[in-house]
């Protein structure tokens, strides 16, 4: 649909509503600067010939976050940058804002609008509202949010038509908005200010007062139109998620987009295939349906259990499934190679991987979000990963770890995940060995001494143990050990499985490690008793061998043993490594030398 006149044409450019015989862009495009978020330089529009008629606009505009005014912007440090770059082409130009006010320059004429309301956005109504005083006085609501919260509180404008470009975006795999307005009289917006008054002040159910009265202004509305973006995919999409996939983890994308939007998407990026049999839970309208429909989907998952499947949910269908059916649901899902949610609410999000958390199986789960609409899914997970980007930093300040690029992820788990878990697992576990080593022979002295407690060791052996003579060697292999090359690990993904089910800290591992620690504690101290023996034969200075010296022998053989053990398991040496390890030892006799006098 292309307006008389001039125009740039981008591709993938989104159309709208015609009014008479021309085409205007002033007050949708006033609607974006009051009602937007993190926009991308890349807006595109068909630039329409100004002046006649009302209400048109053809713009590839971005999906929105939850946060919308040019005020939330400052506070969540929101740029605003793309609409007022590419709407001054069309002599369109944001300003800029104060407290209460906002001005902007239309075809070169500067009007201010006053701020009156913010309706905000909440996962219930997929919208978000402002209210503004125009120059000449009239009190306007704009709209915005996804089409199916927009187009049925719509009374005016080209609903149907917007409908089906808007459908014919999503199957293009375009991210769709819907815009609208409405105009109060001066009798109404008094109305509006005093239930908006009251509900925001109420001590008592403020939230469901707030729902009401943010129903009753947003209906009525005039449409203004529809936008869309094409949500490029960054570099190495497809390649992360396939590695993924072959390190053994399942991948669910959880979207607020439209169904064929997400499904077009999720095909481009790599998480469904072409020839993966798409199931689809979606429209479903009761309880007794979707029951009927993931009992027939189980059925086929089970008569083709040959080929891989995908399953495609809708984020109604989902409250239905997880009120009554969650087995059954989980059920489906687990046999599915890849798992779809699309028109999904933020609490939608954070609810799955709460079901995912407590299924049978116990898996540890990671979100990814960019936006603040992926907030509650991120702290949610077990472990939350924010993507720096235009969308904002709210993902990134509540995530765990935060990186630049979706890519980034492969290296973030498949390297420095992999090498964190075998340092912390071999930590954990080698102060386990080395303390039962250190504590097993002044437990069997007590056997000698007939528990008398007398200790075994002296009491600065007994301090600098864990403090000096064994702490370094362990503290430098859990910084610096690299038992596999990265390169290796980054490009062979299946090397990912072998710390799978957290392999390392099982109860085998760690039963090797304890019993390791006790047979060579029995070593140490049997092994020098029956040196000695009855042996107590009278030094160069007189004096005989005793508790003392039986203790030093045994304590010189642990720290000995217990430092070449980790040495054994060292894989990646350094420099620092070979300070620490051999340092260590030596460290300990030329104390021991100094300390026992030997040498005063």
Request: aromatic share 12%; hydrophobic share 45%.
């Amino acid at each position: 649909m292309t307006p008389h006149g001039v125009q740039q044409h981008i591709p993938a450019a989104v159309a709208l509503a015609r009014d008479g015989e021309g085409w205007a862009t002033s007050e949708i495009s006033e609607g974006l600067d009051f009602c937007r978020s993190r926009i991308p330089s890349d807006l595109h529009l068909k630039v329409p010939v100004p002046g006649a008629g009302l209400r048109g606009l053809c713009c590839e505009y971005p999906d929105v976050s939850p946060f919308f005014s040019s005020r939330i912007q400052q506070e969540y440090n929101f740029r605003p940058v793309a609409p007022a770059e590419e709407l001054t082409k069309i002599g369109i130009v944001f300003i800029g804002n104060s407290e209460e006010t906002m001005e902007v320059k239309i075809l070169g004429k500067l009007e201010r609008y006053k701020l009156l309301h913010i309706l905000e956005f909440d996962s219930d109504r997929r919208r978000m509202s402002v209210i503004v005083q125009a120059p000449s006085g009239e009190m306007l609501l704009f709209a915005k949010g996804a089409e199916s919260s927009i187009l049925p509180n719509c009374i005016g404008g080209e609903i149907e038509k917007t409908r089906i470009h808007v459908d014919e975006f999503a199957l293009k795999g375009l991210r769709t908005l819907c815009m609208a307005y409405r105009q109060f009289t001066p009798k109404e917006y008094e109305e509006i200010d005093k239930r908006l008054f009251e509900a925001r002040t109420a001590l008592q159910q403020r939230e469901e007062k707030l729902a009401n009265v943010f129903h009753f202004i947003e209906k009525d509305l005039i449409l203004l139109g529809a936008t869309a973006v094409e949500d490029r995919l960054q570099d190495k999409v497809r390649e992360t998620i396939e590695a993924l996939r072959m390190a053994g983890i399942k991948v669910w994308v959880l979207t607020g987009d439209k169904h064929e939007t997400a499904v077009s998407v999720s095909l481009s990026c790599g998480h469904f295939h072409r020839t993966m049999n798409i199931l689809e839970l979606i429209n479903q309208k009761s309880d007794n349906e979707c029951a009927e429909q993931l009992t027939q989907l189980a059925r086929r998952i089970t008569e083709d259990h040959v080929i891989q499947h995908g399953l495609v949910v809708d984020g109604t269908s989902l409250s239905l499934a997880l009120r009554e059916h969650e087995k059954l649901f989980m059920e489906v899902c687990r046999n599915c190679s890849a798992v779809l949610c699309c028109r999904m609410a933020p609490l939608q999000k954070a609810k799955v991987i709460r079901l995912i958390k407590i299924s049978p199986e116990k898996p540890i789960t990671l979100a990814v979000g960019d936006g603040a609409n992926d907030v509650s899914m991120i702290q949610e997970a077990h472990v939350g990963i924010g993507i720096m980007g235009k969308e904002g930093r709210q993902a990134a300040r509540n995530s765990d770890y935060a990186i630049a690029r979706f890519k980034f992820l492969s290296k973030l788990l498949f390297v420095h995940g992999h090498f964190y878990y075998i340092r912390i697992a071999t930590l954990v576990q080698y102060f386990f060995y080395k303390n039962v080593c250190f504590i097993t022979p002044q437990f069997l002295y007590q056997f000698y001494c007939l528990f008398s407690q007398q200790t075994l060791y002296d009491s600065v052996y007994l301090t600098l143990y864990n403090i000096c003579f064994t702490s370094l060697p362990i503290l430098m292999y859990s910084l610096l050990e690299q038992h596999i090359d990265p390169h290796v690990l980054q490009n062979k993904p299946t090397l990912y499985r072998d710390i799978s089910k957290n392999r390392l800290l099982s109860i085998k591992t760690f039963l090797y490690w304890t019993i390791l620690g006790f047979s060579h504690a029995f070593i140490f101290f049997f092994g020098s008793y029956f040196l000695i023996g009855k042996d107590i034969s009278l030094l160069a200075n007189g004096q005989m061998f005793g508790n003392w010296t039986f203790g030093t022998l045994v304590f010189t053989v642990m720290v000995i043993t217990v430092t070449v053990k980790m040495a054994l398991e060292t894989h990646f040496w350094t420099w620092i490594s070979h300070l620490v390890t051999w340092g260590s030892i030596i460290f300990y006799f030329i104390f021991s030398l100094f300390y026992g006098g030997i040498l005063w």
